[in-house]
């Protein structure tokens, strides 16, 4: 999983964000059409695979992308693109249940990742204006809705919904791979949240 823990029912695959090692405190909201605002963070992560296990350390941008929909709710998209760098370990895909994967990875494999989470905050207000406190981590998801949207707001990744999405992509490079790679792209993807998730995994980045 990657980037996001929605309830206690996620334990692995690209919705768990395992830890933020570094992120520098990003830009304010940039004013695109009416009603959005983007902010963008660089940032270094560990990134959990199926087992639930840390697989790789990722570099990457994080944007987040708001939509005042008019009507106490906005439209909340997070997205990333980046590098990975495996660990050695299980392989992200190796606790899957169904498809094609592997069960191992070894250190050092490199290759490049992207993908989405979207969902929908309900807030009294949203201030792109707002300042990140001191020793608060806004490009994680809680630092954000808590930053930028009034207090009380609500995310319905974070509920138990149906109103949540996401899809992740990971592919390791073709060269330079020692020892050769069984198979080099792996996907996250799914929709809803809490007991109202559904999660695939297909194929995986592993060397046997």
Not at 53 to 58: E, F, G, L, R, V
Not at 176 to 181: G, R, T, V, Y
Request: charged content about 15%; proline content about 3%; hydrophobic content about 35%.
């Amino acid at each position: 999983m990657k980037r996001l823990l929605i309830l206690s029912s996620i334990v692995a695959g690209a919705l768990a964000l395992a830890a933020v090692a570094l992120a520098d405190p990003g830009d304010h909201g940039k004013k695109g059409k009416a009603g959005h605002a983007k902010f963008t963070f660089a940032m270094t992560t560990t990134d959990n695979g199926s087992c639930g296990s840390q697989w790789a350390n990722d570099t990457e941008t994080r944007t987040y992308s708001v939509k005042d929909n008019g009507n106490g709710t906005f439209t909340l998209r997070r997205s990333e693109k980046g590098t990975f760098t495996t660990l050695a370990g299980p392989s992200p895909g190796a606790c899957q249940t169904k498809g094609k994967h592997g069960a191992l990875v070894t250190a050092g494999v490199q290759g490049r990742f992207g993908g989405y989470l979207v969902g929908t905050v309900t807030a009294t207000s949203f201030n792109p204006n707002a300042t990140c406190a001191a020793g608060a981590d806004c490009s994680s998801r809680e630092g954000f809705i808590a930053t930028y949207f009034a207090p009380g707001a609500t995310y319905s990744c974070d509920q138990n919904s149906n109103d949540c999405k996401f899809n992740f992509n990971y592919t390791a490079s073709a060269k330079h791979q020692a020892p050769k790679l069984l198979l080099r792209h792996w996907q996250d993807k799914g929709k809803g949240a809490g007991t109202l998730l559904h999660e695939e995994f297909h194929g995986d980045i592993a060397t046997s």
